[in-house]
């Protein structure tokens, strides 16, 4: 546990590398929303949005399976929930033109007063979540 920090270091350092390296060399915005919609649209689908994203996905399962101390707790949601979630995420996304990663990392990389404002709706939201189901409604 007192080296369990560096993964976060880490993990943080290669997010910021990763899109660093993509807005330098591509001139893109490494937001995951604009990349899964650029993948999934036939007329704008390039091979490096695949790539990126094959990437986010075989890095977690790296980090799960090989490097992790102990498997990552699971939670019995139902699925139901975990649609509507999705869904709710989704909608936010569009509403505010991008997802966490593109405003937090990205934007606020860049300065952007707009990824500014989003970023702390999108922390306000989430405290207002966490308390309201925890404390109030008593879920875990």
Known sequence: M???WLYGLFGGILIGLSATLLLAFNGRIAG???MVNGATTF???KVWRWLFLLGLVAGG???EYALAPQPTPTYPFAPATMIGAGLLVGFGTRMSNGCTSGHGVCGLGRLSGRSLVAVITF?????VT???TRHLLGWV
């Open 2 to 4: 007192p080296t369990q």
């Open 32 to 34: 995951i929303s604009g």
């Open 43 to 45: 007329t704008t689908a």
């Open 61 to 63: 399962l790296v980090y």
């Open 123 to 127: 922390m306000a939201a989430g405290i």
């Open 130 to 132: 966490v308390f309201m």
